[in-house]
């Protein structure tokens, strides 16, 4: 099982988006931003595809891919505002809670996500609202 990977979306909604005050993206190991796939007063909608393998000695999920930050242990997905090739405000999203069941549950379904939200009004590692990561 532990070599098995996967492919599965996240999907990030940011409440309270910095709309105006510069490029605010999700962002890659590369330090490119990804837009948002949908965007309103109120909030902003961002996807990406990750990879996902087992980790052997503790039965977790590691994510992989141009978007997944941090140590296998503490991955986290970056939401990035810059202007002028400066960091305003970076967010962690993170990986941690997703338990193994939901990415196979996610990787099993046709078009199924593992989907959370955040508040922008904090930068660091930020507090998931509501119940977290959820398959959608």
Sequence with gaps: MADKEYTITLQVTCQHPPLGHGDFGLQDKNDRLLPPTSTSADAC???CAVRVKQIE???MP???GEFAHGTAEERFLYLS???NNAYLKRIKVPLKSIT???VMEAAGR???KLACAVDSARTGTVK???AGWQVV
């Design 57 to 59: 000695k503790t039965g």
């Design 45 to 47: 909608i961002f996807e």
């Design 62 to 64: 590691n994510f992989l």
């Design 81 to 83: 505002l810059r202007a």
């Design 100 to 102: 193994w069941e939901q």
């Design 128 to 130: 998931l609202l509501g």
């Design 110 to 112: 046709e078009n199924a």
